[in-house]
């Protein structure tokens, strides 16, 4: 007898683990969303500022090119709700600060990511969200425009004794 007795265990060992391992499988998916995104983000604005930094005003409209090109380097992320929030409106904040001239170019990304299942509920408990119920990724990139040895930020004066 006592071997019918043994013979359900594995099944209700099953049913306890299997829920539990799903669970933990979905709080390790957002993490992993997350830094997907900060990665794509972060490669966007570090080679936008190398883009700010040789910007010129003889090209044409720098500052909207090198928009559009961050938008398109952020196409990498999925348009779904649990990488990015593109419904409704795109949630992308791009801020370009600085050119050639100036001592630094900083560029900050931010986007608003909702929250999977268990995540959003214990996001809203800890004050993660905000008022729509998403959590906002952000990052900021600045990088110097010229190294320290050079004396003028001014690219024109390089040149003004040699004509």
């Known amino acids: 007898m006592e071997k019918h007795a043994e013979s359900g265990q594995a099944?209700?060992?099953a049913a306890v683990c299997i829920p539990v391992l799903f669970v933990l499988l979905l709080l390790l998916l957002q993490p992993a969303f997350l830094l997907y995104d900060r990665i794509?983000?972060?490669?966007?604005?570090?080679?936008?500022?190398r883009l700010l930094a040789t910007?010129?005003?003889?090209l044409g409209d720098m500052q909207g090119a090198c928009e559009a090109f961050?938008?398109?380097?952020?196409?990498?992320i999925p348009q779904t709700d649990c990488?990015?929030?593109?419904?409704?409106g795109c949630t992308w904040e791009i801020e370009l600060d600085g050119d050639e001239t100036a001592e630094?170019?900083?560029?900050r990304i931010a986007t608003q990511v909702r929250p999977l299942p268990l995540v959003d509920a214990a996001g809203a408990l800890l004050g993660f969200v905000n008022d729509k119920g998403n959590l906002v990724v952000?990052?900021?990139?600045?990088a110097a425009t010229q190294p320290?040895?050079?004396e003028s930020r001014n690219p024109e004066s390089w040149v003004g004794g040699w004509l």
């Open 104 to 107: 630094e170019v900083r560029v």
């Open 55 to 58: 910007k010129t005003d003889a």
């Open 40 to 49: 794509v983000m972060m490669g966007a604005a570090q080679e936008a500022c």
């Open 83 to 88: 990488f990015h929030v593109h419904g409704g």
């Open 11 to 13: 099944t209700v060992e």
């Open 70 to 76: 961050v938008r398109h380097r952020l196409s990498a």
């Open 148 to 150: 320290a040895w050079v």
């Open 138 to 142: 952000e990052v900021e990139a600045s």
